[in-house]
């Protein structure tokens, strides 16, 4: 049977979350299938900040950091942000998401660094934060380079 293909609400925002693969992987976010992953272990204020200005459905690419430098997946928001179960301080926040679908062809960091279009882009300005907002133009330009119709993203 084919996959639904559902078109994106164009008042969606969009994200970037940065994990290291050899903590929380994509393959191990896909796992977790619709029950999702608590993003925690954010420690950083506008990171924090980030996650609270996040909404059910809205969407983010998921970037390997550390070892491998690039989008490998898409996945959503089904939690708004909420205490992160690992903070025993109450400072910290997480959302919880959940894996929507593979970036076709991996976008490496060098190539995001390459496109002129990305120049200005959250991951080459301000590389360190681990959760980024992205433009909507930025979040189309880096689909199309690994493969992927923005408005067909399914979720």
Request: net charge neutral.
């Amino acid at each position: 049977m084919a996959k639904k293909v559902a078109a994106v609400p164009s008042s969606s925002r969009r994200w970037l979350l940065k994990s290291e693969p050899d903590v929380f992987s994509w393959d191990m976010c896909k796992a977790r299938g619709e029950v999702g992953e608590p993003w925690t272990g954010v420690r950083n204020y506008l990171a924090r900040n980030n996650m609270r200005a996040m909404q059910r459905g809205d969407l983010a690419f998921f970037y390997h950091s550390n070892i491998g430098l690039e989008v490998v997946g898409i996945v959503k928001v089904i939690a708004l942000a909420h205490p992160d179960p690992e903070d025993d301080s109450g400072t910290w926040e997480c959302v919880d998401v959940a894996a929507v679908c593979d970036m076709p062809t991996p976008v490496t960091l060098s190539t995001v660094k390459a496109n002129p279009k990305l120049s200005a882009m959250s991951l080459v300005t301000s590389m360190r934060l681990s959760v980024q907002p992205v433009t909507l133009a930025e979040w189309a330009e880096v689909c199309r380079m690994g493969g992927l119709d923005p408005r067909k993203i399914a979720h």
